[in-house]
Nanobody, 128 residues
Framework: QVQLVESGGGLVQAGGSLRLSCEAS????????MGWHRQAPGKQREVVAS???????TYADPGKGRFTISRDNAKNTVYLQMNSLKPEDTAVYYC??????????????????????WGQGTQVTVSS
């Protein structure tokens, strides 16, 4: 079973930095886009940043110039480096991935299934 597991959240003072990690594990054939979203209390989940398998990145306005998304394809891991954190960055951060899960049919053949997965979330709290 494939899954995403985030780590790296915590409590930090305004102006500080955190690095989030998200590792995909299981029977993975390939991973396409990966990204980070966040959800603050009482607000809708919003996109933070995304990265393609080739390394092209996009950022939502709140994190531009402060956040950097990267990935290590060999480790099936995506990172979010967050600098100059502000209290308004406080939220639960979720990892998301579009991937192909490998499903073995028998010893010689397999098929793949497209999956869109979410991690369990990691809390980021920025104090003023």
């Amino acid at each position: 079973q494939v899954q995403l597991v985030e780590s790296g959240g915590g409590l930090v003072q305004a102006g500080g930095s955190l690095r989030l990690s998200c590792e995909a594990s299981g029977n993975i054939f390939s991973i396409n886009a990966m990204g980070w979203h966040r959800q603050a209390p009482g607000k809708q989940r919003e996109v933070v940043a995304s990265i393609t398998s080739g390394g092209s990145t996009t950022y939502a306005d709140p994190g531009k110039g402060r956040f950097t998304i990267s990935r290590d394809n060999a480790k099936n891991t995506v990172y979010l480096q967050m600098n100059s954190l502000k209290p308004e960055d406080t939220a639960v951060y979720y990892c998301n991935a579009d991937l192909q899960e490998r499903q073995d049919i028998n010893r010689r053949s397999y098929t793949t299934k497209t999956r869109n997965l979410w991690g369990q979330g990691t809390q980021v709290t920025v104090s003023s």
